[in-house]
């Protein structure tokens, strides 16, 4: 029994958690309230709520699962630019050649984008 209380609120609070992060790497990415949509596949009238604090992301949705990417790759970007704003800002709004010639920004609306950023990101931190 005591482990089942126990649980809920960990999974409260891992909720509580990520959504926090999104909201935050969202504002550091400049994204708007439509951005972040897109990317979580959330409507506006939800992403609204979720800045607003009475929204949380679930576990096992797929808004769960992007909202993890986005964080991941905002920690990668952020690694790579050495924790620069602007830089960070200028790489993802600038065409990427690796990236296809493709914007970042553009390309996290869809999955297969926001995998593959990511993927781009995790491959350029691996060199060293």
């Known amino acids: 029994m005591k482990q089942r209380t126990k649980a809920i609120p960990a999974v409260s609070a891992k909720r509580k958690v990520l959504t926090k992060a999104v909201v935050n790497t969202a504002d550091r990415l400049n994204f708007t309230k ?7 596949g959330l409507s506006p009238a939800t992403v609204t709520r979720l800045y607003a604090s009475s929204y949380e992301l ?3 949705k797929k808004e769960w699962d992007f909202g993890v990417l986005l964080v991941r ?4 970007l952020d690694a790579l630019v050495g924790g ?10 600038s065409e990427n050649k690796g990236l296809a010639g493709q914007k970042p920004i553009d390309l996290v609306e869809t999955t297969e984008g926001l995998v593959s950023v990511v993927h781009y990101l995790d491959t350029c ?4």
């Open 125 to 128: 931190r691996g060199i060293v």
């Open 73 to 76: 790759l905002f920690r990668s």
């Open 84 to 93: 620069s704003h602007e830089d960070a800002l200028a790489w993802m709004n």
């Open 58 to 60: 679930s576990p096992g």
């Open 34 to 40: 439509n951005k972040l949509s897109k990317v979580l």
